[in-house]
């Protein structure tokens, strides 16, 4: 008896205390749970079918108030799920002894009066972590009623009753028996429903029990974890880049000092290699002494993270944009302005000529207006044609580059030879899958600014060739022309930056180049030397079928993704 009752209260204080750590965290990340209902709302569904042990047997949980024992979980199977006639007793008084034991930091058992008078033999325990404490209790009485009774018949005949004596203790106490048995085991239904993973590790920190929560996330059977070193096997490697230092581990730091340690956004690994973030927590089952083992609970916060993330990045990409608007808004007015002031200022000297009867300037004057105008329109459908890259959607082909640049060729050659101007472009080019005409419109861009603005040389020539690295295609369109300086390269991408003073360009063709790149999954970049020329790079992904290109209203990043666990 004395066995059942100290191994009960040892098991239901160990599960009581990991489903209180686990209320505990969520309660520490939301100040409206309250954590101490939640476990003890838990525990009251697993004991709704307690069946209990004997005719007096009982499982009782307290706390300590002020001067008083206060119950808040019993059960019995003679008197039904929380009809006992008491709810408190004074702190100090001669009832409820085992449990003010437990209360005062005390484990073990003992015969003593319980909260009603009786005499029990009771085991009790304090659930460490919480003001509760639990006993394990049955009546005295109820133990030596079978003895009592049966005993003078068998002083009277020892010898025929002896066996007649086995049986009919056999019969009574196996009920019991089996009755306490099946309260173990609805506690440790508790462990095995829990959304959580719990383990329990022996002084070594090696496995001794997972529950399914834990073997679903881990992705490993019980026998395959069974004795493990569960740090080297889940736990270590997650902070590979820093060889130097050693990581903080909360099961090797209760394994060092015995106490309750905590951790979060920690990384376990799976048993195929990959990777999740954890929170977690590991305390020793009996305060104080790791010798009796750990009990450690996780749960796996992957979603929350990346969503947290996921927060942060959009609220920091909606910062750049709101700066990048100002910006815009401020680009746009001045170059817009400037073909209204030209409109302005003719319309006035029209209406001075009117009035003065001088009408031989008027058609230069309405040609000018004109002129403004068609700059204005020219510089709005430019906006209009930016701001629908990436969302319009579009079907994707494969474009043959060399086809496509040996039509631009031809489209431009009037201007080629006006300049005298060498185009050579490399043969047999890889295809790029993609959308045509942004795709087109790169190469249209990049070719007329090398017209443009790269053949200032004596000889000028324009090349266009292709290499692949890096998981690219990475075309160039390089031309011996002035060159630009560095301070350049980036701000010859944003809207409206001209590097000169050419009314016949509107400042975004350039701006249009990258924004197809962006949304193809690529990059676009100049490098240059004043003097030596200008090099112009497009580099599409060489896995262009698997990642299509993208509308810009559904980008997401963050910096925490799952990992692969290194050899």
Same mark, same amino acid.
């Given at each position: 008896?004395?066995?059942?009752?100290?191994?009960?209260?040892?098991?239901?204080?160990?599960?009581?205390?990991?489903?209180?750590?686990?209320?505990?965290?969520?309660?520490?990340?939301?100040?409206?749970?309250?954590?101490?209902?939640?476990?003890? &709302?838990? /525990?009251?569904? =697993?004991? *709704?079918?307690?069946?209990?042990?004997?005719?007096? +047997?009982?499982?009782? #949980? !307290?706390?300590?108030?002020?001067?008083?024992?206060?119950?808040?979980?019993?059960?019995?199977?003679?008197?039904?799920?929380?009809?006992?006639?008491?709810?408190?007793?004074?702190?100090?008084?001669?009832?409820?002894?085992?449990?003010?034991?437990?209360?005062?930091?005390?484990?073990?058992?003992?015969?003593?009066?319980?909260?009603?008078?009786?005499?029990?033999?009771?085991?009790?325990?304090?659930?460490?972590?919480?003001?509760?404490?639990?006993?394990?209790?049955?009546?005295?009485?109820?133990?030596?009623?079978?003895?009592?009774?049966?005993?003078?018949?068998?002083?009277?005949?020892?010898?025929?009753?002896?066996?007649?004596?086995?049986?009919?203790?056999?019969?009574?106490?196996?009920?019991?028996?089996?009755?306490?048995?099946?309260?173990?085991?609805?506690?440790? &239904?508790? /462990?095995?429903? =829990?959304? *959580?993973?719990?383990?329990?590790?022996?002084?070594? +920190?090696?496995?001794? #029990? !997972?529950?399914?929560?834990?073997?679903?996330?881990?992705?490993?059977?019980?026998?395959?974890?069974?004795?493990?070193?569960?740090?080297?096997?889940?736990?270590?490697?997650?902070?590979?880049?820093?060889?130097?230092?050693?990581?903080?581990?909360?099961?090797?730091?209760?394994?060092?000092?015995?106490?309750?340690?905590?951790?979060?956004?920690?990384?376990?690994?799976?048993?195929?290699?990959?990777?999740?973030?954890?929170?977690?927590?590991?305390?020793?089952?009996?305060?104080?002494?790791?010798?009796?083992?750990?009990?450690?609970?996780?749960?796996?916060?992957?979603?929350?993270?990346?969503?947290?993330?996921?927060?942060?990045?959009?609220?920091?990409?909606?910062?750049?944009?709101?700066?990048?608007?100002?910006?815009?808004?401020?680009?746009?007015?001045?170059?817009?302005?400037?073909?209204?002031?030209?409109?302005?200022?003719?319309?006035?000297?029209?209406?001075?000529?009117?009035?003065?009867?001088?009408?031989?300037?008027?058609?230069?004057?309405?040609?000018?207006?004109?002129?403004?105008?068609?700059?204005?329109?020219?510089?709005?459908?430019?906006?209009?044609?930016?701001?629908?890259?990436?969302?319009?959607?579009?079907?994707?082909?494969?474009?043959?580059?060399?086809?496509?640049?040996?039509?631009?060729?031809?489209?431009?050659?009037?201007?080629?030879?006006?300049?005298?101007?060498?185009?050579?472009?490399?043969?047999?080019?890889?295809?790029?899958?993609?959308?045509?005409?942004?795709?087109?419109?790169?190469?249209?861009?990049?070719?007329?600014?090398?017209?443009?603005?790269?053949?200032?040389?004596?000889?000028?020539?324009?090349?266009?060739?292709?290499?692949?690295?890096?998981?690219?295609?990475?075309?160039?369109?390089?031309?011996?022309?002035?060159?630009?300086?560095?301070?350049?390269?980036?701000?010859?991408?944003?809207?409206?930056?001209?590097?000169?003073?050419?009314?016949?360009?509107?400042?975004?063709?350039?701006?249009?180049?990258?924004?197809?790149?962006?949304?193809?999954?690529?990059?676009?970049?100049?490098?240059?030397?004043?003097?030596?020329?200008?090099?112009?790079?497009?580099?599409?992904?060489?896995?262009?079928?698997?990642?299509?290109?993208?509308?810009?209203?559904?980008?997401?990043?963050?910096?925490?993704?799952?990992?692969?666990?290194?050899?």
């Amino acid at each position: 008896w004395r066995q059942w009752l100290i191994e009960g209260a040892r098991k239901e204080a160990s599960i009581i205390r990991a489903i209180a750590d686990q209320a505990q965290k969520v309660a520490k990340k939301n100040p409206d749970y309250d954590w101490q209902t939640a476990t003890l &709302s838990q /525990l009251s569904q =697993a004991q *709704e079918h307690f069946e209990g042990f004997g005719e007096t +047997g009982e499982y009782v #949980l !307290a706390w300590r108030d002020g001067d008083e024992v206060r119950f808040v979980l019993r059960r019995q199977i003679a008197l039904g799920i929380d009809k006992l006639p008491t709810n408190s007793v004074p702190f100090g008084s001669e009832l409820a002894q085992p449990m003010q034991r437990a209360l005062q930091g005390h484990a073990g058992w003992m015969y003593g009066n319980d909260y009603q008078g009786h005499r029990v033999l009771a085991a009790y325990k304090q659930v460490q972590g919480t003001p509760w404490a639990v006993v394990d209790k049955i009546d005295v009485s109820e133990m030596q009623y079978p003895f009592i009774k049966y005993g003078s018949l068998a002083v009277l005949a020892a010898c025929l009753l002896i066996p007649t004596a086995f049986v009919i203790f056999r019969r009574i106490t196996n009920p019991i028996a089996h009755r306490m048995d099946e309260s173990a085991m609805r506690m440790e &239904s508790i /462990l095995m429903s =829990a959304g *959580e993973g719990i383990c329990e590790l022996d002084s070594r +920190g090696r496995v001794l #029990l !997972a529950n399914p929560a834990a073997l679903h996330m881990l992705g490993w059977t019980l026998d395959e974890l069974i004795d493990k070193d569960f740090h080297a096997l889940v736990h270590a490697g997650q902070n590979e880049d820093e060889a130097d230092t050693e990581p903080y581990c909360p099961l090797r730091a209760t394994l060092q000092d015995s106490q309750t340690h905590s951790a979060s956004n920690e990384t376990f690994w799976r048993k195929d290699g990959t990777s999740f973030c954890v929170d977690y927590t590991t305390a020793c089952k009996q305060p104080g002494d790791v010798s009796l083992g750990i009990v450690m609970t996780f749960r796996d916060v992957t979603t929350r993270i990346l969503t947290e993330q996921d927060l942060k990045a959009a609220n920091a990409d909606l910062k750049q944009r709101n700066s990048e608007m100002e910006q815009f808004i401020y680009l746009v007015s001045h170059d817009l302005k400037s073909p209204l002031v030209t409109i302005q200022g003719f319309t006035g000297h029209i209406q001075k000529d009117i009035q003065a009867q001088r009408l031989d300037q008027l058609p230069g004057f309405m040609n000018r207006i004109q002129a403004a105008v068609d700059r204005m329109k020219l510089l709005i459908d430019s906006l209009l044609d930016l701001s629908r890259i990436g969302r319009v959607a579009t079907p994707s082909s494969d474009v043959d580059i060399n086809e496509l640049l040996a039509q631009m060729v031809d489209r431009y050659e009037a201007e080629l030879q006006a300049k005298g101007v060498t185009a050579s472009i490399q043969p047999n080019t890889p295809k790029i899958y993609g959308d045509r005409s942004r795709i087109e419109q790169v190469f249209e861009n990049l070719l007329v600014n090398a017209i443009h603005y790269g053949c200032t040389a004596e000889k000028p020539t324009i090349t266009v060739g292709c290499v692949t690295r890096d998981g690219y295609h990475q075309f160039s369109v390089r031309d011996n022309g002035a060159g630009i300086a560095p301070e350049y390269h980036d701000r010859i991408f944003q809207l409206f930056r001209r590097l000169t003073a050419d009314k016949d360009s509107t400042g975004v063709g350039l701006a249009i180049v990258r924004r197809v790149m962006e949304v193809h999954n690529g990059r676009a970049w100049v490098e240059s030397t004043p003097g030596e020329g200008a090099t112009f790079w497009v580099a599409f992904p060489t896995n262009g079928h698997q990642v299509a290109p993208r509308m810009i209203e559904q980008e997401a990043y963050s910096p925490w993704r799952p990992k692969q666990k290194p050899d």
